[in-house]
């Protein structure tokens, strides 16, 4: 069975959903948990969610603007994860600069004008850190050091230090990263009709395939062994992990290509399930019905199912 290949196809609309949701969400978002931060700040959770909305906002304009190509779907995975803690963190500067300067103008018990704020404040960074402007005050916080302490908690925590703090900010930018890039990167995967312009459909379920049998199936399929595949499928998988075998095809023609497609399920400690991806394949019309008609009868045959109908080599 040959693999499915994206086109790597992007359209001129492709690259503006792109843009505009990659500057638009990423924004929005980090702005917004800044805001928050104000308040709360939940560590690890604010960067997987932040990670999560960078990676949803590329998949809609992935789907949106027709982009094939996972290259592309990887960059802007990249950038909509930059764009989104970049604008937290100037949001923070931003309401960092405001409360300043609230501070300086009730000591001085007169308001200055901003561009004389603005000396100000920059004045203060430059004098702390030798830089001005954002890069002076991200230095200054990182001075400062984070406190890590439990939400809702009383205590004040346990200080970083600079050198922490940094390094915890990178940690935050790799898991905001991760999430957004595998999100985006996938949805440009997915299987795409070129002859109708559409994305493929839901996948339909054909069957599943035991754990154990997982590595023997994919191998007879890889080597276009279908009706060899099919008695391994069975219609409901009795233990978990297991193997999800389901066919995709294009909405508007079903004369194309039918993709395999099968994900492995399994569940953690917790029992909250996870599909990951295995394999996306090319099946020809004929393999299609083949795979159909074999999985059907070795599921007749399959003495284990339990079925309501009356045995028929009984009758005469
Ligand atoms: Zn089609």
């Given at each position: 069975m040959k693999p499915y290949r994206p086109s790597n196809k992007v359209p001129g609309t492709g690259w503006i959903w792109l843009l505009t949701l990659s500057i638009l969400g990423g924004a929005v978002v980090g702005g917004g948990i800044a805001l928050i931060a104000r308040w709360i700040y939940l560590l690890l959770i604010f960067p997987a969610l932040m990670g999560f909305t960078s990676g949803s906002a590329t998949t809609v304009a992935i789907k949106k603007g027709k982009v094939r190509s996972p290259l592309v779907g990887l960059f802007f995975g990249v950038l909509t994860g930059l764009i989104t803690y970049g604008a937290y963190h100037g949001g923070e500067y931003f309401l960092t600069r405001q409360s300043f300067a609230k501070e300086i103008e009730a000591e001085l018990g007169q308001d200055l004008d901003s561009a004389d704020m603005n000396a100000l404040m920059d004045t203060f960074f430059q004098e702390e850190t030798g830089s001005s402007g954002f890069v002076g005050y991200l230095k200054f916080s990182a001075k400062q050091g984070l406190s890590i302490g439990r939400?809702?908690?009383?205590s004040d925590g346990i200080p970083l230090n600079e050198t922490f703090t940094w390094i915890y900010w990178l940690i935050e930018l790799a898991i905001i990263e991760a999430i957004s890039v595998i999100m985006a990167k996938s949805a440009a995967k997915d299987p795409f009709c070129e002859t109708c312009d559409q994305w493929y459909g839901q996948g339909q379920r054909m069957g599943t395939v035991a754990d154990e049998q997982s590595e023997v199936f994919l191998k007879v399929l890889e080597a276009d062994q279908i009706v060899q595949a099919a008695t391994?499928?069975?219609?409901?998988?009795?233990?978990?992990?297991y193997l999800e075998v389901d066919q995709r095809q294009c909405p508007g023609c079903h004369q194309g290509e039918v993709v395999l497609e099968v994900q492995r399920y399994s569940e953690n400690k917790k029992g909250e399930g996870k599909q990951s991806p295995v394999l996306l394949g090319m099946l020809s019309h004929r393999q299609t019905r083949q795979l159909t008609e074999a999985i059907s009868t070795s599921q007749k045959s399959d003495p284990t199912i339990d079925t309501n109908e009356p045995d028929a080599s009984q009758e005469g």
């Open positions: 939400a809702g908690s009383s391994h499928i069975q219609p409901r998988a009795a233990t978990i992990p």
